[in-house]
């Protein structure tokens, strides 16, 4: 089993940034793929960004590239997400995921994670 804690949310202005975080405890030993995902209100959990466990590929939205940066720090068992120039349409509870798999694996799909975190509400005022 994993755990995995997410932090860093909050109300932030259009154009504005943040970092969210998320830290993973438990069965850490293996290696996984993490993701974010986010979920609006009234929609369907959808895909933002995704890194694999050797860093080495990593997928985005196309709706945040050039905005959105993910990165990973194994010795910590943390991923982050750097939010940059967000819009009203950034606004959203992200979730991050780990998918157990190789160290160049990455998941697209939410069915492909098999850890979540409680999520933490991202609020963009334009």
């Known amino acids: 089993q994993v755990q995995l804690v997410e932090s860093g949310g909050g109300l932030v202005q259009a154009g504005g940034s943040l970092r969210l975080s998320c830290a993973a405890s438990g069965r850490t030993s293996r290696n996984y793929a993490m993701g974010w995902f986010r979920q609006a209100p009234g929609k369907e959990r959808e895909f933002v960004e995704a890194?694999?466990?050797?860093?080495?590929?990593?997928y985005y939205r196309e709706s945040v590239k050039g905005r959105f940066t993910i990165s990973r720090d194994n010795a910590k068992n943390t991923v982050y997400l750097q939010m940059n120039s967000l819009k009203p349409e950034d606004t959203a509870i992200y979730y991050c995921?780990?998918?157990?798999?190789?160290?160049?694996?990455?998941?697209?799909?939410?069915?492909?994670?098999?850890?979540w975190g409680q999520g933490t509400q991202v609020t963009v005022s334009s």
């Open positions: 890194i694999s466990w050797s860093g080495g590929n990593a």
């Open positions: 995921a780990a998918a157990p798999g190789d160290s160049d694996y990455v998941g697209v799909v939410p069915g492909e994670y098999a850890y």
